[in-house]
């Protein structure tokens, strides 16, 4: 392209930019986040009032579940979205039916095929 320079690559191909690679014992963000999901404290159940023992998880739940039944509509979409799924969006990409057609033909800006 035209204005662009080849940029050289630091490395050879099939050679690594980082040969150790993550050292051995290092958790993941997701096996750090499940663990502190996964503590328990005792809490007032605010649907039922009842006090419980349940994980973190647990406990984002149902502080989601109580703002809904406020009526707070952000939070009850993000529960439906949870459990049904967000509804599936079509977009119509003709004009009344009608195709749309290309302004510009690649063939005559690239005769040679190189896209």
Do not use: C
């Not at 040969?19 to 996964?38: E, M």
């Not at 109580?66 to 049904?84: F, Q, T, Y």
């Amino acid at each position: 392209m035209a204005g662009y320079k080849q940029i050289e690559p630091k490395w050879q191909k099939g050679e690594s930019g980082n040969p150790a690679g993550r050292p051995k014992g290092i958790p993941n963000s997701k096996t750090i986040l499940n663990k502190f999901l996964s503590l328990t404290e005792k809490v007032k159940n605010p649907v039922t009032g009842d006090e419980e023992e349940m994980n973190q998880l647990e406990i984002l739940y149902l502080q989601q579940i109580s703002k809904a039944r406020k009526g707070d509509l952000k939070a009850m979409k993000e529960i439906l979205d949870r459990l049904e799924g967000r509804p599936q969006q079509s977009v119509d990409h003709t004009t009344q039916g009608e195709k749309i057609t290309p302004i510009i033909d690649y063939k005559d800006v690239f005769p040679d095929n190189s896209i």
